[in-house]
């Protein structure tokens, strides 16, 4: 499998591992044949199939080779629906929601979720880079003969989007607002929806945004952050020069240059994507919160229901509360093309006892995007959400995936763990651009580690060594 985890609510997420299944109608590409979402203590286990995604990728790889357009070309549908997107959160944002009717109310949640689900459709299938970028350090070693070099640094870099991402975009206009080169309100209307998750969607209000500011001009002079800016610039710049230099280092053939800008390339779709589902997430999250309100529901008791389901309970029509709220235990749902299956209760306790068991361990592994120089030991602090989890500065950062609010974080961290991402993620683009060491993608690190827990860190391998305590007799 290929094995992911986050903090989420049911009906913020389960629309996303059905894409996995159904996006044959919409890309005119083969579906994985089965995904698997596991629910427990508001956090999910996301499976699917490692060979499925390699073969897809590798499928592009081979069309990409007659046709260097071929990505482009395919991808086109995904920027007029990141537009749509788009213009449906803005509609969403800018109506009262609590004067519309049900039929309308429904209506809206209908068309955001169809272009939600299309535009999610592409965003699923660009994560069939992850399972073959994980193996491109292996690779490059044989074919190149490249023992005793640092491959996992070098494919990190080759692997890097050139274009900024919005995360590192954020960043810098953060960076700027603190300097007075922009509002508060300007850089509030472009990034509101910015602590949207799989969870919760909050907005960033300007208040929270004035006191970040204040914060960081306490901790920060005003030149250190024009340098942090300059820095972000100078990095780009020798991000370029520096995937020159490996290029001809490596002497890398043609077909491995292709890949390699696919790979940086499915690394930027995947940052478009991200803002395309934070921002429908923000606007799905806000329709629920006002069904909820209407109909007199708890909004957490709302959120284990489905799509279909939220819109049936909205107009009236008769659903099975008693057993959608079974899914409040553990609950896993097993999806295929043209079948799902929800399992909760005993059953879906002893498939997560089966899941616990075969990921259990004291050793596990991911992809180390910024290597030291040598291995790292360390104390565990895990933080989940940044407003409520508590890092001591020194320790090594454990999360399932880093967003702007870990920023401050990760400058105090020793090192960064995350479960999600690959080479081209935000943590592993900006472990790079601080030097901070970090192991992404391990997919299993919060599920094995609690604050507290030593580790040794292998950067090389990317592995990840539970140290056990020695007692005394």
Not at 117 to 125: A, C, K, L
Not at 262 to 285: C, H, P, Q, W
Request: charged letters at 35%.
């Amino acid at each position: 499998f290929w094995g992911e985890g986050c903090p989420v609510r049911l009906q913020l997420f389960h629309y996303i591992m059905q894409c996995f299944v159904i996006n044959e109608s919409i890309l005119g590409k083969p579906a994985l044949t089965f995904s698997f979402d596991g629910y427990k203590e508001g956090v999910v286990a996301e499976l699917t199939p490692w060979q499925e995604k390699y073969d897809l990728f590798e499928e592009l790889f081979e069309k990409s080779k007659k046709d260097n357009d071929y990505l482009r070309k395919f991808v086109k549908p995904f920027w007029r629906l990141k537009e749509e997107l788009r213009m449906i959160h803005e509609e969403t944002m800018k109506v009262e929601l609590s004067e519309l009717s049900d039929d309308d109310l429904a209506n809206l949640y209908k068309k955001l979720h169809k272009v939600l689900y299309e535009f999610v459709i592409y965003g699923t299938y660009f994560e069939i880079v992850d399972p073959y970028s994980e193996t491109m350090a292996k690779k490059l070693k044989k074919k190149y003969d490249l023992e005793g070099k640092d491959v996992a640094s070098m494919v990190v870099t080759l692997s890097v989007p050139e274009k900024r991402s919005f995360l590192t975009q954020e960043k810098v206009d953060f960076a700027k607002l603190c300097l007075g080169k922009i509002s508060i309100k300007d850089f509030h209307k472009k990034y509101f929806w910015m602590d949207s998750t799989y969870k919760d969607a909050p907005e960033l209000t300007q208040d929270e945004i004035k006191k970040r500011v204040e914060k960081e001009l306490n901790e920060k002079s005003k030149v250190v952050i024009e340098n942090e800016i300059r820095g972000t610039i100078r990095y780009e710049y020798d991000l370029v020069k520096k995937k020159e230099e490996i290029i001809a280092e490596i002497g890398l053939d043609e077909d491995d240059k292709l890949l390699f800008s696919l790979i940086a390339e499915f690394g930027r779709l995947i940052d478009k994507r991200k803002v395309g589902m934070m921002t429908g997430n923000y606007s799905k999250y806000h329709i629920i919160a006002e069904i909820a309100r209407r109909k007199g529901i708890n909004l957490d008791d709302l959120m284990f229901f489905t799509e279909e389901e939220a819109i049936k309970f909205l107009l009236g029509e008769e659903v099975n509360i008693d057993e959608i709220l079974k899914r409040k235990g553990p609950c896993f749902i097993y999806n295929a093309p043209e079948e799902e299956q929800i399992f909760t209760g005993e059953k879906a306790e002893e498939l997560y006892s089966v899941y616990m068991k075969n990921i259990m361990g004291e050793e596990f592994k991911g992809n180390g995007t910024y290597d030291p120089g040598q291995s790292i030991k360390g104390k565990v602090c895990k933080v989940i959400n940044t407003k409520v989890d508590k890092f001591e500065e020194g320790s090594i950062l454990v999360t399932t995936m880093t967003r702007p609010d870990f920023m401050p974080l990760m400058r105090k961290a020793k090192a960064v763990i995350t479960d999600e991402g690959g080479l081209t993620c935000h943590a592993a683009i900006v472990s790079r651009e601080m030097k901070i060491p970090c192991i992404v993608g391990t997919k299993i690190g919060t599920k094995m580690l609690k604050t507290g827990d030593n580790v040794e860190m292998n950067f090389c391998l990317g592995r990840v060594h539970k140290i056990k305590e020695n007692k005394e007799e």
